[in-house]
């Protein structure tokens, strides 16, 4: 069979994909229709430069054609013999493939798509886009049967804009036409944003993946206690019992079973805990599956039509495991030891029955605690803020028992530290904030107000609150607010206002800043996932001063 497909695949003509009619070799070596060739080289009579079409090699003169006798005798043969020269079956497309919009007849298979063109082609086909100067800067993509939705169907052009006000693919004439006005980006930049929320619900996916695997070693740990504990039961419950064989040969059955019995429940409680992280982990890994396989989709479109669906991340279970050093059948134990001595009399009037009491494993699934909504909840987390004078600019003045900072013009006579900001008037908390933290900042002029991690930069640009990954920072103004992370910017809306209130999740990745007036307002909110402790940040702006509540 092999052998048959070779063969077809040698006495084919590449012109038009058919058996050789009248076959012809040109000096190259390459085997050609008669009719199929002459009709190439009529196309490049103008050039006076006539090519082979499969290796490109040129010949100043029109060689002259000659039947090739041995490769006529072999079609024959192989007509006679029932076989077709064409290419094989599964290089044409079937009902299920994208087919070459050039082909005529039976198509083939197509090899790529044509963003520009909005069309797909063929390996033959598509040399055109290889060659052609201007051809080469199309965007060529895997084979797509949804072309058609890139192009807009009341302009009929190519939908390469953004429109967030609609949320929807739009050409560039939508948007000055219809969507005039509103707030459009290419599709390009579209898709470079939610990229990187992809990215950013990837790496929450597996950071809670991480968490799920940790509770389930804790769990297989708790099943060790409870069997080892349950062992040891047993073998002291048979010593004791020794000395009553006789008359209690069917009651050590008794305690062993029920020693046992409890055993089971322990351990199956504890498994089905197990067993319910185990399918939390692996919908998790489902979900980080289709998100990234949504990453590599190469046409933006197709990529904002079903990120929607796709990124939507369901509600997880937050767990907490808490193992108690739990003794479960000492008591147990204990009992049998008094019934030694007191069991001959006991047994002479009325059997005393035995049972284990009961226990608990504990260890609980919890619901999160929801966030605080009033400034009342807020403040059952209150931290008291003291600042690190190891970590401030020498242009900045601490007093009130390191609560309060002021700029100062002239450097302040501090020790030399590696912790100490050098470039920016800026200085951290003398404590790491995790769990939940909530504290309040009396601003006098321009502040912002951050946290950060430990190993933040000292020196450079990259020092400064927001301009790196290991900071967030709200930069308060007078009458405005902007948040930076990373060196990028958000306005924040809002009036201006002499108290802010900074809210923190650490486990949950929360990160909340409020207006604090009569009433307080939500100004900014972060989700995501913090690696490290936190330290309350400050960047004083020249002539201010605050003290954090």
């Not at 609560?403 to 100062?408: H, I, L």
């Not at 769990?435 to 009396?442: A, L, S």
Request: with cysteine; aromatic share 8%; charged share 25%.
């Amino acid at each position: 069979m092999a052998q048959n497909q070779l063969d077809r695949e040698t006495i084919s003509c590449v012109i038009c994909l058919d058996l050789l009619k009248d076959p012809v070799t040109i000096p190259c070596g390459h085997n050609y229709c008669m009719r199929c060739i002459k009709t190439h080289w009529d196309g490049e009579v103008r050039r006076k430069i006539y090519s082979c079409p499969q290796c490109r090699q040129t010949f100043k003169r029109r060689p002259v054609l000659k039947k090739n006798t041995m490769l006529a005798a072999l079609v024959e043969q192989l007509k006679k013999t029932g076989l077709q020269a064409a290419p094989a079956d599964h290089c044409y497309a079937g009902p299920e493939d994208v087919a070459c919009d050039v082909c005529t007849g039976r198509k083939l298979k197509a090899f790529k798509s044509c963003l520009t063109c909005s069309a797909s082609y063929c390996k033959n086909h598509l040399q055109s886009h290889f060659e052609s100067t201007k051809l080469k800067k199309h965007k060529l993509v895997e084979p797509s049967k949804k072309l058609q939705e890139n192009i807009c169907s009341r302009h009929d052009e190519v939908m390469k804009m953004f429109c967030r006000t609609d949320q929807q693919s739009i050409c560039y004439l939508c948007s000055v036409e219809d969507h005039k006005g509103h707030d459009t980006v290419s599709a390009a930049a579209e898709r470079t944003e939610r990229q990187r929320e992809l990215e950013v619900s990837r790496l929450n996916i597996q950071q809670k993946i991480q968490d799920r695997e940790k509770d389930v070693k804790l769990l297989q740990q708790e099943v060790e206690v409870v069997s080892r504990s349950a062992d040891k039961a047993v073998e002291d419950s048979e010593k004791i019992f020794t000395q009553l064989i006789r008359l209690l040969q069917k009651r050590s059955s008794d305690v062993k079973q029920q020693i046992r019995s409890q055993q089971e429940t322990e351990v199956s409680g504890v498994k089905e805990l197990q067993e319910k992280l185990q399918q939390e982990i692996t919908e998790l890994k489902k979900k980080d599956a289709e998100l990234k396989q949504l990453s590599h989709t190469e046409v933006h479109n197709q990529f904002l039509h079903n990120y929607p669906s796709v990124s939507q991340l369901s509600e997880p279970t937050d767990s907490s495991i808490n193992i108690r050093p739990l003794r479960y059948f000492e008591d147990m134990t204990a009992a049998v030891s008094q019934l030694r001595d007191k069991l001959q009399d006991i047994l002479r009037d009325k059997w005393t029955n035995i049972s284990l009491p009961e226990t608990e494993v504990d260890i609980l699934l919890s619901q999160p605690e929801p966030e605080p909504k009033t400034r009342a909840q807020f403040l059952r987390y209150a931290r008291e803020i003291s600042l690190d004078p190891n970590t401030a600019n020498t242009q900045l003045l601490l007093t009130k028992g390191n609560r309060n900072v002021k700029w100062m013009k002239k450097p302040q006579s501090y020790s030399s530290y590696t912790d100490r900001f050098i470039d920016r008037l800026q200085i951290l908390s003398r404590d790491n904030l995790t769990g939940r933290c909530y504290w309040e900042v009396e601003l006098r002029g321009g502040v912002d107000v951050a946290v950060a991690y430990k190993n933040i930069s000292r020196v450079g640009t990259e020092c400064g609150f927001g301009c790196n990954d290991k900071s967030w920072s709200l930069d308060c103004y007078a009458n405005s607010y902007e948040f930076w992370f990373n060196s990028i910017k958000t306005p924040v809306s809002g009036p201006g206002s002499s108290r802010v209130g900074v809210y923190l999740d650490h486990r949950a990745g929360i990160l909340s800043f409020y207006r604090i007036s009569e009433t307080m307002t939500l100004l900014h909110r972060v989700q995501t996932t913090f690696s490290q402790p936190l330290y309350a940040g400050f960047w004083i702006h020249f002539l201010s001063s605050f003290p954090p509540v």
